[in-house]
């Protein structure tokens, strides 16, 4: 069904692109992690910008819509994953916002919790509409 056929192609794009030791910059990506300690676990926080240039928007009323899935996986020094994180960021944007992606780009404000000792964390943004891929291995400064 639909279904089936949306999340098959979602979910092996997004592992393949986890799984490939290079970065993909089909979506360029300008991001950053840090480590941060909160009141209970340590947290990972991934910070930065989503270039739009290969996303594709459909126009819907007065807005442009667009969605895409982001995956963070962090691991420790030994290549063990401490954490991870899914999700899907649905774009709404008037024609204000959009010009303003278009120039600066999407901003992305991620964070999840580690189990232990998180060294180095993998980005992966996936857009279904463009079959787009963005990859970026990012060390996670204290």
């Given at each position: 069904?639909?279904?089936?056929?949306w999340i098959g192609p979602k979910i092996s794009r997004i592992l393949s692109a986890t799984a490939f030791p290079e970065?993909?910059?089909?979506i360029e990506?300008?991001?950053d992690a840090r480590l941060s300690k909160g009141e209970g676990d340590s947290e990972v926080v991934v910070r930065g910008t989503i270039a739009s240039s290969k996303i594709v928007f459909d126009r819907k009323d007065t807005f442009h819509t667009g969605?895409?899935?982001v995956a963070l996986f962090a691991v420790d020094r030994r290549n063990r994953l401490v954490g991870e994180r899914w999700l899907t960021l649905d774009?709404?944007?008037d024609?204000?916002?959009?010009q303003a992606v278009l120039r600066d780009g999407i901003p992305l404000d991620a964070r999840f919790a580690v189990r232990s000792d998180a060294m180095r964390v993998k980005v992966?943004?996936?857009d279904f509409a463009?079959?787009?891929v963005g990859s970026v291995t990012l060390p996670v400064r204290r």
């Open positions: 069904d639909d279904i089936e056929r970065s993909i910059d089909d990506l300008d991001l969605r895409l899935e774009l709404s944007l024609e204000n916002e959009h992966v943004i996936y463009a079959d787009a």
